[in-house]
Protein backbone atom coordinates (compact mmCIF):
# COMPACT_ATOMS: atom_id res chain seq x y z
CA UNK A 1 0.00 0.00 0.00
CA UNK A 2 1.85 3.02 -1.25
CA UNK A 3 -0.74 5.53 0.14
CA UNK A 4 -3.60 5.93 2.66
CA UNK A 5 -7.21 5.43 0.99
CA UNK A 6 -10.25 6.63 2.17
CA UNK A 7 -11.48 2.86 2.65
CA UNK A 8 -8.64 2.04 5.30
CA UNK A 9 -9.24 5.13 6.67
CA UNK A 10 -12.46 4.60 7.59
CA UNK A 11 -11.39 0.71 8.94
CA UNK A 12 -9.15 2.96 11.06
CA UNK A 13 -12.08 5.58 12.06
CA UNK A 14 -14.23 2.43 13.04
CA UNK A 15 -11.94 0.22 15.45
CA UNK A 16 -10.85 3.63 17.32
CA UNK A 17 -14.75 4.52 17.85
CA UNK A 18 -15.26 0.43 18.57
CA UNK A 19 -12.36 0.37 21.06
CA UNK A 20 -13.56 3.78 22.96
CA UNK A 21 -16.82 2.68 23.19
CA UNK A 22 -15.79 -0.72 24.35
CA UNK A 23 -13.72 1.08 27.20
CA UNK A 24 -16.41 3.62 27.71
CA UNK A 25 -14.13 6.46 27.08
CA UNK A 26 -15.58 10.16 27.16
CA UNK A 27 -16.50 11.01 23.53
CA UNK A 28 -13.71 11.49 21.10
CA UNK A 29 -12.71 13.42 18.08
CA UNK A 30 -10.33 11.67 15.67
CA UNK A 31 -9.04 13.53 13.08
CA UNK A 32 -6.77 10.91 10.21
CA UNK A 33 -4.45 12.75 8.17
CA UNK A 34 -2.67 11.08 5.21
CA UNK A 35 1.10 11.56 4.70
CA UNK A 36 0.68 14.64 2.76
CA UNK A 37 -0.88 16.40 6.00
CA UNK A 38 -4.45 16.46 4.64
CA UNK A 39 -7.58 15.02 6.31
CA UNK A 40 -8.96 11.87 4.73
CA UNK A 41 -11.39 11.98 7.76
CA UNK A 42 -12.72 13.88 10.96
CA UNK A 43 -15.45 12.36 13.37
CA UNK A 44 -16.69 13.40 16.70
CA UNK A 45 -18.87 11.12 18.80
CA UNK A 46 -21.77 13.22 20.22
CA UNK A 47 -20.88 15.14 23.42
CA UNK A 48 -17.19 16.10 22.45
CA UNK A 49 -16.29 19.31 23.94
CA UNK A 50 -15.38 22.57 22.28
CA UNK A 51 -11.57 23.06 20.55
CA UNK A 52 -11.29 18.58 20.77
CA UNK A 53 -10.86 18.24 16.50
CA UNK A 54 -8.58 20.98 16.79
CA UNK A 55 -6.75 19.17 19.32
CA UNK A 56 -6.32 15.60 17.32
CA UNK A 57 -5.89 17.72 14.20
CA UNK A 58 -2.40 18.83 16.43
CA UNK A 59 -1.68 15.40 17.47
CA UNK A 60 -1.68 13.82 14.34
CA UNK A 61 -0.01 17.21 12.48
CA UNK A 62 2.80 17.35 14.95
CA UNK A 63 3.89 13.07 14.72
CA UNK A 64 3.22 13.94 10.82
CA UNK A 65 5.66 17.04 11.41
CA UNK A 66 8.34 15.87 13.14
CA UNK A 67 8.33 12.48 12.15
CA UNK A 68 7.68 10.57 15.08
CA UNK A 69 4.61 9.64 17.40
CA UNK A 70 3.31 12.47 19.81
CA UNK A 71 4.46 10.31 22.92
CA UNK A 72 7.96 10.74 21.70
CA UNK A 73 7.27 14.49 21.16
CA UNK A 74 5.59 14.77 24.31
CA UNK A 75 8.90 13.35 26.00
CA UNK A 76 10.96 15.79 23.68
CA UNK A 77 9.26 18.87 24.67
CA UNK A 78 10.16 18.03 28.76
CA UNK A 79 13.90 17.43 27.68
CA UNK A 80 14.25 20.13 25.21
CA UNK A 81 11.17 22.78 25.79
CA UNK A 82 12.50 25.54 23.84
CA UNK A 83 13.03 23.02 20.44
CA UNK A 84 9.60 21.86 20.82
CA UNK A 85 8.39 25.83 21.27
CA UNK A 86 10.60 27.27 18.40
CA UNK A 87 8.97 24.15 16.18
CA UNK A 88 5.26 24.87 17.25
CA UNK A 89 6.01 28.82 16.25
CA UNK A 90 7.10 27.94 13.09
CA UNK A 91 4.08 25.64 12.80
CA UNK A 92 1.84 28.57 13.76
CA UNK A 93 0.87 26.76 16.83
CA UNK A 94 -0.76 23.30 15.04
CA UNK A 95 1.36 21.23 17.11
CA UNK A 96 0.03 19.35 19.93
CA UNK A 97 2.91 17.66 22.51
CA UNK A 98 0.95 15.05 24.32
CA UNK A 99 0.25 11.16 23.38
CA UNK A 100 -2.80 10.66 20.79
CA UNK A 101 -0.81 11.44 17.76
CA UNK A 102 -0.06 8.08 16.00
CA UNK A 103 2.03 7.47 13.04
CA UNK A 104 0.44 5.40 10.52
CA UNK A 105 3.19 2.66 8.25
CA UNK A 106 2.49 0.14 5.91
CA UNK A 107 6.23 -1.73 7.07
CA UNK A 108 8.58 1.28 6.98
CA UNK A 109 6.69 3.64 4.59
CA UNK A 110 4.64 6.17 6.36
CA UNK A 111 0.72 6.58 5.37
CA UNK A 112 -0.53 9.06 7.33
CA UNK A 113 -1.24 9.58 11.06
CA UNK A 114 -4.04 9.48 13.32
CA UNK A 115 -4.99 11.97 16.45
CA UNK A 116 -7.50 11.40 18.81
CA UNK A 117 -8.82 13.73 21.84
CA UNK A 118 -11.47 13.68 24.22
CA UNK A 119 -10.56 11.20 27.13
CA UNK A 120 -6.67 11.52 28.94
CA UNK A 121 -4.39 11.24 26.41
CA UNK A 122 -3.25 7.79 26.43
CA UNK A 123 -6.89 6.41 26.53
CA UNK A 124 -7.03 8.56 23.31
CA UNK A 125 -3.52 6.78 22.15
CA UNK A 126 -5.13 3.26 22.72
CA UNK A 127 -8.32 4.20 20.97
CA UNK A 128 -5.43 5.71 17.62
CA UNK A 129 -3.05 2.33 18.37
CA UNK A 130 -6.19 -0.17 17.71
CA UNK A 131 -7.35 1.92 14.83
CA UNK A 132 -4.29 1.30 13.12
CA UNK A 133 -3.95 -1.94 14.41
CA UNK A 134 -7.17 -3.12 13.28
CA UNK A 135 -6.32 -1.94 9.54
CA UNK A 136 -3.52 -4.30 9.45
CA UNK A 137 -0.82 -1.45 9.86
CA UNK A 138 1.43 -0.34 12.29
CA UNK A 139 0.60 2.36 14.74
CA UNK A 140 4.17 4.22 15.83
CA UNK A 141 2.85 6.01 19.00
CA UNK A 142 6.61 7.31 19.72
Not at 101 to 108: C, H, K, M, N, T
Not at 120 to 137: H, M, P, R, V
Amino acid sequence: MAELTLDVARKILDAALAKSIERKFKPLVITILDARGCVKLTAAQDGTSLMRAEIAHGKAYGALALGMGSRALFQRAQEQAYFVSAVNTMAQGRLVPVPGGVLIQDGSVLLGAVGVSGDTSDNDETCAIAGIEAAGLKANAG
